[in-house]
T-cell receptor
Framework: GQQVMQIPQYQHVQEGEDFTTYCNSSTTLSNIQWYKQRPGGHPVFLIQLVKSGEVKKQKRLTFQFGEAKKNSSLHITATQTTDVGTYFCAADQAQGAQKLVFGQGTRLTINP | DSGVTQTPKHLITATGQRVTLRCSPRSGDLSVYWYQQSLDQGLQFLIQYYNGEERAKGNILERFSAQQFPDLHSELNLSSLELGDSALYFC??????????FGPGTRLTVT
């Protein structure tokens, strides 16, 4: 089945530094979603990207979908302690139904 | 608060036993999804129901089954439990394909 590779697995930064996580697939994706899971919490939807080359911003977060729709990235500018958590990308595997394949996640920790 | 509720919050049981996890979706959401999250496997999609019917199946073991009732709540039944079934089980709901809202999860510990 479809696999989505996400790197890095862990990232530790100083508060104020930037952070980026990458998601790659060997097959073309119809769309990709990003979720954030705080420690001890549940995944929370951040955004969905559908179009080739799409770039969306949410305050300090920038999401990109590759031109070939095989990769995506999430970039956080000037991290804050509230950004701590695990960031997951999720690819939609099935047409009609929704069968999300999640990447392994990138766990972000921040030194204040 | 996502609007999705799951019970129980924690469950401790022995190997070989059977348990039922319950999920109530957000008001108006017809789709319910079940996921398993363990440390070494990440978030694994198990199964999706839409308005009472099974819509998609993922890596769900034969020992596991689920159903969605007319009031749209869903139950995930896990039987002949093994140590490796210890995990967080999340339920999520959505109106249709797109953004999914996750519940707080049920932490299952099999001893």
């Amino acid at each position: 089945g479809q696999q989505v590779m996400q790197i890095p697995q862990y990232q530790h930064v100083q508060e104020g530094e930037d952070f980026t996580t990458y998601c790659n697939s060997s097959t073309t994706l119809s769309n990709i979603q990003w979720y954030k899971q705080r420690p001890g919490g549940h995944p929370v939807f951040l955004i969905q990207l559908v179009k080739s080359g799409e770039v969306k911003k949410q305050k300090r977060l920038t999401f990109q979908f590759g031109e070939a729709k095989k990769n995506s990235s999430l970039h956080i500018t000037a991290t804050q302690t509230t950004d701590v958590g695990t960031y997951f990308c999720a690819a939609d595997q099935a047409q009609g139904a929704q069968k999300l394949v999640f990447g392994q996640g990138t766990r972000l920790t921040i030194n204040p | 608060d996502s609007g999705v509720t799951q019970t129980p919050k924690h469950l401790i049981t022995a190997t070989g036993q059977r348990v039922t996890l319950r999920c109530s979706p957000r008001s108006g959401d017809l789709s319910v999804y079940w996921y398993q999250q363990s440390l070494d496997q990440g978030l694994q999609f198990l199964i999706q129901y839409y308005n009472g019917e099974e819509r998609a199946k993922g890596n769900i073991l034969e020992r596991f089954s689920a159903q969605q009732f007319p009031d749209l709540h869903s139950e995930l039944n896990l039987s002949s439990l093994e140590l490796g079934d210890s995990a967080l089980y999340f339920c999520a709901s959505s109106v249709q394909a797109g953004e999914q809202y996750f519940g707080p999860g049920t932490r299952l510990t099999v001893t």
